[in-house]
């Protein structure tokens, strides 16, 4: 599963209600959360972000209320993937649960600049700068939770499961 887009630089402590507000959890369906991703954190995002760009982001990424939204409005928004020095543990499960594919890089937005081509290599655990040439490896995902995200969620493999 390898993914490669240009990396958003978003810096520590990112949490749930900065990348989904609350104002729109019960207002706005999940297939639109997208329009508002990290809203509350630059208003202009959604409108700069294409499909299959890359967050690269500081420490403790998705910290906050456990809400599964937040996962969902990145998917959504057509981000590729997430590449944090470290994700709340919530976000983390939320995240592999909808098929948003992430990994974890410790001190990887010093590595990284605005712009900057990424590829992602969940699978095999490797993140790479191609812009600069620096590799990284990531911290690699059980088998288990490999399956998931692989089948694009938890509900799909479950889906596969009783197929």
């Known amino acids: ?3 490669v887009g240009p ?5 520590d402590d990112i949490d749930t209600d900065q990348i ?7 207002t706005v369906p999940d297939a639109k959360l997208g329009e508002f991703v990290l809203e509350g954190y630059d ?14 982001a500081g420490e403790n990424f998705g910290l906050g209320s456990s809400r599964e939204a937040a996962p969902i409005a990145i998917r959504n928004a057509g981000v590729g993937a997430v590449v944090a020095e ?12 909808v098929g948003l594919p992430i990994v974890v890089v410790p001190g990887i937005t010093d590595h990284v600049s605005e712009g900057d081509e990424i590829r992602v290599d969940v699978a095999e655990g490797v993140v790479e700068n191609v812009t600069t040439g620096e590799t990284f490896d990531a ?3 059980p088998e288990d939770l490999l399956e998931i995200l692989e089948a694009g ?3 799909e493999y479950r889906k ?3 197929a």
């Open 1 to 3: 599963m390898e993914r």
């Open 7 to 11: 990396a958003h630089v978003l810096h």
């Open 20 to 26: 989904i507000p609350g104002e729109y959890l019960n």
């Open 43 to 56: 208003p202009e995002f959604a409108d700069q972000v294409e499909p299959g760009d890359v967050i690269v």
């Open 86 to 97: 470290s994700f709340a543990r919530i976000f983390y499960r939320n995240a592999i649960n």
């Open 139 to 141: 911290t690699g995902l």
């Open 153 to 155: 969620g938890l509900v």
């Open 160 to 162: 596969q499961q009783r």
